[in-house]
């Protein structure tokens, strides 16, 4: 069973940052893609960033490139998102993902972990 468990989200002021960090669990994890989504009130999840095994590859939403950095730390089994330049529109539940590949049809992408509690992002105006 792959687990994993989001945290470092928080409440910031626009334009502000925050670092994102995923641990994953029960998976060989430099075999696998990792990516992060996020789910605001009332709207579907979508792909935000994903990371290829090897961090050769990373894609980013429209929505967030040039803001987000995607990282990855295989030896600590640990997927990192750094957010600078916050917006009241990045509030939202960010999850992070076990994946099959990494690339611009993310947010269909198949998840081979367990859905974790996610991590809150509130960016006040």
């Known amino acids: 069973q792959v687990q994993v468990v989001e945290s470092g989200g928080g409440l910031v002021q626009a334009g502000g940052s925050l670092r994102l960090s995923c641990t994953a669990s029960?998976?060989?994890?430099?075999?696998?893609?990792m990516g992060w989504f996020r789910q605001a009130p009332g709207k579907e999840r979508e792909g935000v960033s994903c990371?290829?095994?090897?961090?050769?590859?990373?894609y980013y939403a429209d929505s967030v490139k040039g803001r987000f950095t995607i990282s990855r730390d295989n030896a600590k089994n640990t997927l990192y998102l750094e957010m600078n330049s916050l917006k009241p529109e990045d509030t939202a539940t960010y999850f992070c993902?076990?994946?099959?590949?990494?690339?611009?049809?993310?947010?269909?992408?198949?998840?081979?972990?367990?859905w974790g509690q996610g991590t809150q992002v509130t960016v006040s105006s």
């Open positions: 993902a076990a994946l099959g590949g990494c690339g611009r049809h993310l947010t269909e992408q198949y998840n081979y972990a367990d």
């Open positions: 029960g998976l060989t994890f430099n075999e696998y893609a």
């Open positions: 990371i290829s095994s090897s961090a050769e590859t990373t």
